[in-house]
T-cell receptor
């Protein structure tokens, strides 16, 4: 079945460091791919998305490119800030059976000054 | 809040009691979802509804019930049959049938339920 695998956290970085959070997926067809961010005690916020191969989603300095050949959607940011500390979820939208989001387990990011 | 409100933010109940979590959206979207989140885990789908008076079970529906009598409201009842009800519950809306965008979901702030 469809699934999403994320790198395990926590990821701990110093401010202004480069961030990569790996995400790979298993799916039939051409799913849409998403990154969501969850700040402590809050719901999830849509960070960015990509709907077809080679699309690049971007928002707030974060980027991710839909790579069908490697079934990946890695999240990157060139210079993280303390305020980026949160849990990041990779997800795909599966239309098989019923439309639903399938989430990875989440990766906690901690950024220190 | 992503156009969706959940109340209360924290809820405490004794084991054996049913409890209902509220979810309201004000954007006239057809599709609404309930997810459960446990520490260190991703979200798991409990129920979803795409039209009024219709809803479908998700991956972990046992011990839960929902209703969809109005488009803007999708309450979730955690029954005494749910063996491990303590969790963070998230409601989401989806403009699936109303816009040309692809399958985005927008989440409420969540309700943290603790059952002792």
């Amino acid at each position: 079945g469809n699934s999403v695998t994320q790198m395990e956290g926590p990821v701990t970085l110093s401010e202004e460091a480069f961030l990569t959070i790996n995400c790979t997926y298993t799916a039939t067809g051409y799913p849409s791919l998403f990154w969501y961010v969850q700040y402590p005690g809050e719901g999830l916020q849509l960070l960015l998305k990509a709907t077809k191969a080679d699309d690049k989603g971007s928002n707030k300095g974060f980027e991710a490119t839909y790579r069908k050949e490697t079934t990946s959607f890695h999240l990157e940011k060139g210079s993280v800030q303390v305020s980026d500390s949160a849990v990041y979820f990779c997800a795909l939208y599966s239309s098989g059976g019923y439309n639903k989001l399938i989430f990875g387990a989440g990766t906690r990011l901690a950024v220190h000054p | 809040d992503g156009g969706i409100t959940q109340s209360p933010k924290y809820l405490f109940r004794k084991e054996g009691q049913n409890v209902t979590l509220s979810c309201e959206q004000n954007l006239n979207h057809d599709a609404m979802y309930w997810y459960r989140q446990d520490p260190g885990q991703g979200l798991r789908l409990i129920y979803y509804s795409q039209i009024v008076n219709d809803f479908q079970k998700g991956d972990i529906a046992e011990g839960y019930s929902v209703s969809r009598e109005k488009k803007e409201s999708f309450p979730l009842t955690v029954t005494s049959a749910q063996k491990n009800p303590t969790a963070f519950y998230l409601c989401a809306r989806d403009p699936l049938f109303r816009t040309g965008r692809t399958y985005e979901q927008y989440f409420g702030p969540g309700t943290r339920l603790t059952v002792t």
